[in-house]
C-alpha cells in the first residue's frame, strides 16, 4: 500500500510539473526522473479519426496501475512530441485524480507527453511499450482495421 501511495505521489508530482509526451524530430535530452502518482482511473482514447468520435475505453484498476508504473519506469527528457496527421495519432489518457485536476497525456511515437505546444518533459519509450500496452487493453473494443492501423504505424516508425 506504501509503494501504491508513494507511486501516486510521485505521478501526481510529474503531472504538476507538465512532465509526460510524445515527440517530433527533436532529439530528447535527458533529465531527473520525477515521481507518479497513481490516478484514480484512466480513459484511453485512440485518435485515428478525424470525422467522427475515436474509439475509447476505461482502464480496469488493475490496469491503471499497470499503465502508471510502465510510465514511471521510462526515462524522462525534454523534447517537441511529434504531431499526427491523417489516421493514427496516438493514444490520449486521461488521467483523472480525486483530489487534483485531471492531466491528458498522449503516448505517441514512442513518447509519452502532456498536452502543449513545443519542448517539454516527456517519457522516451523507444521500444513504444506505452502504446503496445495500450492497444492489448482496447483490443476488445478496437476493430480490426483500427488494430491493423497501429500496427502499421508501429512498423514505420521507431
Given at each position: 500500500?506504501?509503494?501504491?501511495?508513494?507511486?501516486?505521489?510521485?505521478?501526481?508530482?510529474?503531472?504538476?510539473?507538465?512532465?509526460?509526451?510524445?515527440?517530433?524530430?527533436?532529439?530528447?535530452?535527458?533529465?531527473?526522473?520525477?515521481?507518479?502518482?497513481?490516478?484514480?482511473?484512466?480513459?484511453?482514447?485512440?485518435?485515428?479519426?478525424?470525422?467522427?468520435?475515436?474509439?475509447?475505453?476505461?482502464?480496469?484498476?488493475?490496469?491503471?496501475?499497470?499503465?502508471?508504473?510502465?510510465?514511471?519506469?521510462?526515462?524522462?527528457?525534454?523534447?517537441?512530441?511529434?504531431?499526427?496527421?491523417?489516421?493514427?495519432?496516438?493514444?490520449?489518457?486521461?488521467?483523472?485524480?480525486?483530489?487534483?485536476?485531471?492531466?491528458?497525456?498522449?503516448?505517441?511515437?514512442?513518447?509519452?507527453?502532456?498536452?502543449?505546444?513545443?519542448?517539454?518533459?516527456?517519457?522516451?519509450?523507444?521500444?513504444?511499450?506505452?502504446?503496445?500496452?495500450?492497444?492489448?487493453?482496447?483490443r476488445s473494443i478496437l476493430n480490426s482495421d483500427e488494430?491493423?492501423?497501429?500496427?502499421?504505424?508501429?512498423?514505420?516508425?521507431?
Amino acid at each position: 500500500m506504501t509503494s501504491r501511495r508513494a507511486g501516486a505521489r510521485a505521478l501526481a508530482a510529474l503531472l504538476a510539473l507538465g512532465v509526460i509526451g510524445s515527440c517530433t524530430g527533436t532529439n530528447p535530452t535527458p533529465t531527473a526522473t520525477p515521481a507518479i502518482e497513481l490516478p484514480a482511473s484512466i480513459t484511453v482514447a485512440l485518435g485515428i479519426y478525424s470525422g467522427r468520435p475515436d474509439p475509447a475505453w476505461d482502464l480496469a484498476a488493475a490496469q491503471v496501475a499497470q499503465v502508471t508504473s510502465a510510465i514511471a519506469a521510462l526515462p524522462v527528457a525534454t523534447g517537441t512530441p511529434p504531431e499526427g496527421g491523417l489516421g493514427y495519432r496516438g493514444f490520449s489518457l486521461l488521467l483523472q485524480f480525486p483530489a487534483q485536476a485531471d492531466q491528458t497525456l498522449v503516448a505517441f511515437r514512442g513518447l509519452v507527453a502532456p498536452l502543449g505546444v513545443g519542448a517539454r518533459s516527456v517519457y522516451v519509450d523507444d521500444g513504444r511499450t506505452i502504446e503496445r500496452l495500450l492497444l492489448d487493453t482496447g483490443r476488445s473494443i478496437l476493430n480490426s482495421d483500427e488494430i491493423a492501423a497501429v500496427e502499421a504505424d508501429f512498423a514505420l516508425a521507431p
